[in-house]
């Protein structure tokens, strides 16, 4: 079983709206941070939103207002909920998950200490 798998991806027009499912099998005897990021043709991989193990959440900005990032943790599912979407979304988005540090935040982490990795899901917006 892989440890995240992303669904929920697909295509809608501007001003649309998805929801993005990260089904996850981690180990139950740490805390994560689950992270949404995604990566846009030609681009750098780019978070959108993070939840720590602790609870705290972080957004870019770009998705303030937009975007929600939530946990079901009885149903081990990471979520993104993403409303008025815009062209500039349409990106391949992937889940991640890092060992979470201490406290409500884990938005400091970089890229490369994000361990495991879904194959990702493809948002397409057309205007």
């Known amino acids: 079983q892989v440890p995240l798998e992303e669904s929920g991806g697909g295509s809608v027009e501007d001003g649309g709206s998805l929801r993005l499912s990260c089904v996850y099998n981690?180990?139950?005897?740490?805390?994560?941070?689950m992270a949404w990021f995604r990566q846009r043709p030609g681009e750098e991989r780019e978070r959108v939103a993070s939840v720590s193990g602790y609870g705290g959440n972080g957004y870019a900005d770009f998705a303030k207002g937009r975007f929600i990032i939530s946990k079901d943790s009885d149903e081990n599912t990471l979520f993104l909920q993403m409303w008025r979407l815009r062209p500039e979304d349409t990106a391949m988005y992937y889940c991640a998950a890092a060992v979470s540090p201490v406290g409500d935040s884990c938005w400091f982490l970089s890229v490369g200490q994000f361990t495991d990795w879904g194959q990702g899901t493809q948002v397409t917006v057309s205007s």
């Open positions: 981690l180990s139950a005897d740490r805390r994560y941070c």
